[in-house]
């Protein structure tokens, strides 16, 4: 169950935000096939000018996306391929709708989230 929550300078995502899911639902998709379509949930979190900084400067050329993914993929025999798959998948995702300037300041984060530890509508997800 793929989950995204991404952040972006706010200038750079307003009027982007339907683009920019379907971009990273599609990168998602690319990774994991067709069955993960349904099952990605996107957060997309403007961030103020002046409030995403690097080297004690603020910048607006910073992206941050956290994927929350099941801890089982850090366990496949491909895991290095399919974690690496999805950080360029999505780094590719969030520079072709906002542009190249993004990409040496975005960062992607794979979080593992344990079977029993994952749940939806107050259930645990199967």
């Known amino acids: 169950m793929p989950h995204l929550t991404v952040h972006l300078p706010e200038n750079r995502l307003t009027g982007n ?3 920019l899911v379907t971009a990273l ?3 998602i998709v690319d990774v994991y096939g ?3 379509r349904d ?3 996107i957060r997309l979190a403007g961030v103020s000018a002046g409030r995403f900084a690097q080297g004690g400067k603020a910048v607006d050329t910073n992206a ?3 994927l929350g993914v099941r801890a089982g993929v850090f366990e496949r025999p ?3 391929e399919i974690t690496t798959r999805l950080g360029t998948a999505l780094t590719e995702a969030i520079t072709h709708v906002l542009g190249e300037g993004l990409r040496a300041g975005t960062m992607v984060e794979l979080v593992a989230s344990p079977p029993e530890r994952t749940f939806v509508g107050g259930a645990l997800a199967v």
């Open 17 to 19: 935000e339907p683009e």
């Open 78 to 80: 491909d895991a290095a």
């Open 34 to 36: 067709e069955w993960a």
């Open 64 to 66: 941050s996306v956290t």
């Open 25 to 27: 639902t599609e990168a």
């Open 39 to 41: 099952l990605v949930t």
